[in-house]
């Protein structure tokens, strides 16, 4: 049975991928995963990082392709973990969080959809969602989705049913769907 | 009156230039200062992030040159900060260090000085120091030393004042000047 899809997500975490791929389905995306490690700038904006990774991507793959960068910002540690959320999740993990922050939770959870073909180069897509670090691990989610609660909630991001509705991953895909119904 | 130097030292950051320029006249090398932005990759290796960036300085200078990379690697937190110690330092700096250590206080500095010419290309020297993350910060360093005592002593690498003689980039560096004499 041949494969279809509209677009490629290129990712190493297929946690990622199957997120995306659920959120895009019910704008009448289909998302193929394109299974690959990308070059990583060590960059301070997840932006660059993003747009870098989808140009890689491209010349990887030579179809329509995105790449999808998200970094939790905490405000009382400068926006740490930021650009390095991945790294300082494989390192340190929640638990490490969860002793740096103090008084002040406030956190962002920021999120870039990178786009890139032949004919639109690469293309942006971000979105954030406002929120603070939970006292405590709570819930059965990946990342940092255990610690973080979203502002007007109680619950932490893992705990929260409808995630995919209201995530800075879903804002930026939407936002990505949008353009690319009527590029 | 015309600058003079031996090789080039590419890095951002004068202070790290000072503590080298000072270990390399010792063997008779004269550095000079190129202060410049360096392509830093985010990699999980600091000898891959110091080869890249010293092809990308040879490129932009065009004279023999090194840079030196440097890493802070804490056992219990399976190495971080690592290869983003610099990022790590800029934001939860030490304090955000003490917190994060707990027990175990294991941790190391490497240090690598990747060399490049048009004779060589790149070569690399790395050299590490073993030590632990001390419960204050105690002295007037830069960066994590501070907080780092070296096995066998009792004071942090910043209250220490010959650490030119016994650190990781005096040994790495002295690597590089043994070579470079008899290249």
Redesign the interface.
């Known amino acids: 049975m041949p494969m279809s899809y509209d677009v490629l997500f290129a990712s190493s975490n297929r946690n990622k991928f199957n997120e995306a791929k659920n959120i895009l389905s019910n704008y009448g995306i289909n998302l193929g995963f394109f299974k690959s490690r990308l070059?990583?700038?060590?960059?301070?904006s997840i932006k660059q990082?993003a747009a870098l990774k989808v140009n890689d991507a491209y010349r990887q793959c030579h179809k329509p392709v995105i790449v999808e960068d998200a970094g939790l910002f905490i405000e009382s540690?400068?926006?740490?973990?930021?650009?390095?959320s991945s790294?300082?999740f494989?390192?340190?993990g929640n638990s490490?969080i969860l002793?740096?922050v103090r008084t002040n939770r406030k956190a962002q959870f920021q999120s870039v959809v990178a786009y890139c073909d032949d004919k639109f180069g690469v293309v942006l897509f971000d979105a954030k969602v406002e929120g603070k670090i939970s006292k405590n691990s709570r819930g059965n989610g990946w990342g940092y989705d255990p610690v973080f609660i979203p502002t007007g909630q109680t619950k932490t991001f893992a705990m929260i049913s409808n995630k995919n509705e209201i995530s800075h991953r879903y804002k930026a895909l939407k936002k990505f769907s949008n353009w690319f119904a009527y590029r």
Chains 1, 2 share one sequence.
């Open positions: 070059k990583e700038i060590q960059a301070e990082i540690l400068n926006g740490f973990p930021g650009p390095f790294y300082v494989k390192t340190i490490g002793r740096l």
